[in-house]
Nanobody, 115 residues
Framework: QVQLVESGGGLVQPGGSLRLSCAASGMFFSFYGMGWYRQAPGKQRELVAGITTTGSTKYADSVRGRFTIAGDNAKNTLYLAMNSLKPEDTAVYYC?????????WGQGTQVTVSS
């Protein structure tokens, strides 16, 4: 099985920065890609950023230019660098891995942007 453990969330002021990490373990061979999703209270979970095994990336319009997704294959870790954070970025952020047999999720990490 695949295990994903997120870390790095917290409380930050508007305009601040955070870096989320997602440590992956288990049998994640033959996967298609990984990504970060977020879910704010009362809203549906949405894709924030994704990266394929070939390094192609995609971003939600709301975060493009502010967030950067990257992976470290040697450490089996996925990152999300978040800059110029806004109150509307407040949500639980989830790490996702897409494999041939389905999607795997971490437990989530809370990001709160508030003064």
């Amino acid at each position: 099985q695949v295990q994903l453990v997120e870390s790095g969330g917290g409380l930050v002021q508007p305009g601040g920065s955070l870096r989320l990490s997602c440590a992956a373990s288990g049998m994640f061979f033959s996967f298609y890609g990984m990504g970060w999703y977020r879910q704010a209270p009362g809203k549906q979970r949405e894709l924030v950023a994704g990266i394929t095994t070939t390094g192609s990336t995609k971003y939600a319009d709301s975060v493009r230019g502010r967030f950067t997704i990257a992976g470290d294959n040697a450490k089996n870790t996925l990152y999300l660098a978040m800059n110029s954070l806004k109150p509307e970025d407040t949500a639980v952020y989830y790490c996702n891995l897409e494999r041939f047999d389905g999607n795997f999720w971490g437990q989530g990490t809370q990001v709160t942007v508030s003064s």
